[in-house]
C-alpha cells in the first residue's frame, strides 16, 4: 500500500481535514504536507503517522529546554493522518542565508547550536525509541524491508545491546529473504563493539532548512520534529552529517560536536550504506 505522506494532496482529500483558504507551502515536496492558515497565521502539517510522537516531542523540548520550537495549538489523528495546529514562526530557513554568511555570523550560529546541542544531550532517557516508549525513528530502522513485508517498526529498546540487536535485525531484513553474507557478518562483529549506553533525546533531521533565522541569524525556531526521539550519543551527528551538502556546514557540524559524539561515525556510515545496497532507499 501506498504511503499518504508521500501522495499527492488530492489522494488526500478524502481523509485531510484542511481548510479551503489554506495554502500549501511546498506543494511539490514529497512528504508531510506543510499548510499557511492566513486567517489565523498559524502552520497546520499533514502527514501519515502511526502516533503523535512528534506533538509530544514539540512539548517535551518546549518544557524542558530553551531551544525555540514552535507551540502546538491542536492536534489530532484521524484515519492515520496527523494533524498538527502551531505557530508560525517568522524567520527564514537557515539554508536560504547560510551561503552568503560572513564568517562572524556563521560562528555566532555555531555558538547558538553548539548550545542548543547541549540542552538535547543533557535529556536522558531510559529506552531507546520515540516518546513515550515508542518505535524508533533513527533513519537505520527507516529503509526498506525485503525479508518481510509490511511496515517494519523497531523497537523501543531497553539497553544499548537490544539497539544494537535491533541494528542487525534491520541489516537481516535490508536483504533479499534475510540471507546475509561475509560483508554482513563482519560488520555485525563492529556493531558489537558499540558499547556507548548514554541514551539522550536527538531531533534526528538538524539540516539547514530545519533551523529558522531572523535578520540578525539569531535561531529563532527549530522545526520538524517528526523524526525526533531518544537514541545513541551518535545518531543526531551521523544524521545531521548524512543529509548534509555543504563543506562548510560539514565543517560547523565537526566543530558544534563533542568527540563522544563522532566516536561511532564510521561503524554507522557503514551501517547505513549496507542497509541501501540492495534497495536504493
Not at 540471507?179 to 533525546?201: N, R, W, Y
Request: include cysteine.
Amino acid at each position: 500500500m501506498s504511503n499518504p505522506s508521500s501522495m499527492p494532496l488530492r489522494a488526500l482529500d478524502d481523509v485531510v481535514d484542511v481548510p479551503p483558504n489554506a495554502v500549501d507551502l511546498f506543494p511539490d515536496k514529497v512528504g508531510p504536507h506543510i499548510f499557511h492558515l492566513a486567517d489565523r497565521d498559524i502552520i497546520l502539517k499533514v502527514a501519515y503517522c502511526e502516533n503523535m510522537a512528534e506533538v509530544e516531542a514539540m512539548r517535551f523540548v518546549s518544557s524542558h529546554t530553551s531551544i525555540p520550537v514552535p507551540e502546538v495549538h491542536e492536534a489530532y489523528r484521524r484515519n492515520g493522518i496527523v494533524h498538527i495546529f502551531m505557530t508560525k514562526i517568522n524567520g527564514k530557513p537557515l539554508g536560504e542565508t547560510w551561503s552568503t554568511l560572513p564568517e562572524n555570523k556563521k560562528a555566532y550560529v555555531a555558538d547558538q547550536l553548539r548550545g542548543y546541542i547541549k540542552e538535547l544531550r543533557d535529556l536522558r532517557g531510559d529506552f531507546y525509541g520515540a516518546l513515550w516508549k515508542e518505535p524508533c525513528e533513527d533513519t537505520f530502522f527507516s529503509h526498506l524491508c525485503l525479508a518481510t513485508p509490511g511496515n517494519k517498526r523497531y523497537g523501543p529498546y531497553k539497553s544499548r545491546v537490544e539497539y544494537n540487536h535491533g541494528l542487525v535485525e534491520a541489516l537481516t531484513n535490508s536483504r533479499p529473504g534475510g540471507q546475509l553474507g561475509e560483508p554482513e557478518t563482519e560488520l555485525i562483529a563492529k556493531i558489537s563493539t558499540m558499547a556507548e549506553d548514554a541514551i539522550v533525546f536527538s531531533h534526528g533531521d538538524l539540516h539547514l532548512d530545519n533551523i529558522l533565522v531572523d535578520k540578525d541569524s539569531k535561531i529563532v525556531g527549530i522545526v520538524d520534529w517528526g523524526s525526533a526521539s531518544f537514541s545513541i550519543l551518535g545518531r543526531e551527528f551521523f544524521e545531521a552529517n548524512l543529509r548534509a551538502r555543504n563543506k562548510d556546514w560539514i565543517k560547523l557540524l565537526a566543530n558544534i560536536f563533542p568527540e563522544d559524539a563522532k566516536a561511532e561515525y564510521d561503524i554507522l556510515k557503514e551501517l547505513d550504506r549496507s542497509l541501501v545496497l540492495y534497495s536504493g532507499f
